[in-house]
């Protein structure tokens, strides 16, 4: 089976820094898995560097890499969040956000200047990075009866999944964390089993 929920991501935040002509590009890189993850790191940096001139942006959800979005945040057009992209795509990288902050030095850099700048500073952050491979994964709710246990857990076992979360009640839920190529299996066999219903949350 094609391995179209393997993706690569960085393990952990780091930091790159770029200077020229007393301008200063400080870049963060964070693995993300939503955008209010991006939005909450976006917004820390810009209360923690308020006093910078632009907080620039690029980031890459999902294995697909479909959701993307940069900004230039009031550099010229073009010449600043397209640079920082490109260097997410030449690392062929997702669920991942760089944010480049400058500090302006009173030379203005030109526009090669600048997209030189923003990428050298966001490539310098993704060195200081490891890049790792994830699986994309879903979270699928299983239901069933208390006296179905044993045959549930059975299962659980036998495919070898993660639970993140359960509730034994009369009537019980267990979360589980299954690969995405994975989810439409897990989900048939659950829905044969007599007294059980599976969904995607």
Request: contains cysteine; proline residues 3%; hydrophobic residues 35%.
């Amino acid at each position: 089976m094609e391995d179209f929920d393997l993706y690569r991501t960085i393990e952990g935040a780091s930091q790159g820094v770029f200077k020229d002509k007393g301008s200063k590009f400080y870049a963060f890189a964070y693995p993300i898995e939503t955008e209010d993850e991006f939005k909450a790191n976006l917004s820390y940096l810009k209360k923690k560097y308020h006093d910078a001139r632009h907080h620039v942006y690029a980031f890459r959800l999902g294995a697909d890499k479909k959701t993307y979005r940069s900004s230039d945040d009031g550099e010229p057009a073009n010449s600043s969040g397209p640079p920082v992209m490109g260097q997410i795509q030449s690392y062929k990288l997702t669920n991942i956000m760089i944010v480049v902050i400058r500090y302006f030095g009173g030379t203005k850099l030109g526009i090669p200047g600048l997209i030189n700048a923003y990428k050298s500073a966001a490539a310098d952050a993704l060195e200081q990075a490891k890049i790792i491979k994830k699986t994309e994964k879903k979270i699928v709710a299983v239901h069933f009866e208390y006296p179905d246990m044993n045959l549930i857990m059975r299962f659980i076992k036998e495919e070898n999944l993660e639970v993140v979360e359960q509730d034994f009640q009369l009537s019980c839920t267990i979360k589980l964390n299954v690969r995405k190529r994975d989810v439409e299996n897990v989900i048939e066999r659950v829905n044969k089993l007599e007294k059980a219903t599976a969904e995607i949350l």
